[in-house]
């Protein structure tokens, strides 16, 4: 059965350092989402792709956090400098088109201390 | 700006037993859908079963059903013949149908713990 795929599963860093995540979506699927889920709430959408496109990425923090997806398949999210706030679990999710049922990955736990 | 407000933090069950999982939600949009995810623990999030707001008809997937109250934004799970693999996180989620902006909006979660 076909999954998205992220890695690393777990990332423990120490603050100002840089890290990076990586997804790879199902085959065949258009649309990629980062989300990004802090304990104890649901996730919230930080960066939107179709293909090789943002469509959206009004929540993600320009300063620290990058996202791209440069041949519309796989994509990396990266955060630098990291700081302690940013320890979450980082989702990504994948989608045939906008508006279809959108699959998750296992997510990437970070921890930064 | 759509909002989903789940208001159940936890809630229990005992095994064979039903339960249903509140949500309610703020929107001006008419075309959107509404889902419930299943984030079972140290597991990806799953699709338990989707609504489409322009149909009255209540969506059911085996032991899955909701109560979609269009007019009072209410959009309950009900899961009936509880098992203990049900045991997970369950998120309600709001989309609207608007172009390539389709991002999920999730609430806070209710966290199920089905007993024996």
């Known amino acids: 059965e076909a999954e998205v795929a992220q890695s690393p599963r777990y990332k423990i860093t120490e603050k100002s350092q840089a890290v990076a995540f990586w997804c790879d979506p199902i085959s065949g699927h258009a649309t990629l989402y980062w989300y990004r889920q802090i304990l104890g709430q649901g996730p919230e959408l930080l960066v939107q792709?179709?293909?090789?496109?943002?469509?959206?990425d009004s929540q993600l923090p320009k300063d620290r956090f990058s996202a791209e997806r440069l041949k519309g398949v796989d994509s990396t999210l990266k955060i630098q400098p990291a700081e302690l706030g940013d320890s979450a679990m980082y989702l990504c999710?994948?989608?045939?088109?906008?508006?279809?049922?959108?699959?998750f990955g296992q997510g990437t736990r970070l921890t930064v201390v | 700006a759509q909002t989903v407000t789940q208001s159940q933090p936890e809630m229990s069950v005992q095994e064979a037993e039903t339960v249903t999982l509140s949500c309610t939600y703020d929107?001006?949009?008419?075309?959107?859908?509404l889902f419930w995810y299943k984030q079972p623990p140290s597991r990806q999030m799953i699709l338990v079963i989707r609504q489409e707001a322009y149909k009255q008809q209540n969506a059911t997937e085996n032991r899955f059903s909701v109560n979609f109250q269009k007019a009072a934004k209410s959009f309950s799970l009900k899961i009936s013949d509880s098992q203990l693999g049900d045991t997970a996180m369950y998120f309600c989620?709001?989309?609207?149908?608007?172009?390539?902006?389709?991002?999920?909006?999730f609430g806070t979660g209710t966290r199920l713990q089905v007993t024996l």
């Open positions: 989620a709001f989309m609207k149908l608007a172009g390539t902006a389709s991002k999920l909006t």
């Open positions: 999710a994948s989608s045939f088109s906008e508006n279809t049922e959108a699959f």
């Open positions: 929107t001006s949009e008419n075309n959107y859908y």
């Open positions: 792709f179709q293909d090789e496109s943002v469509v959206d």
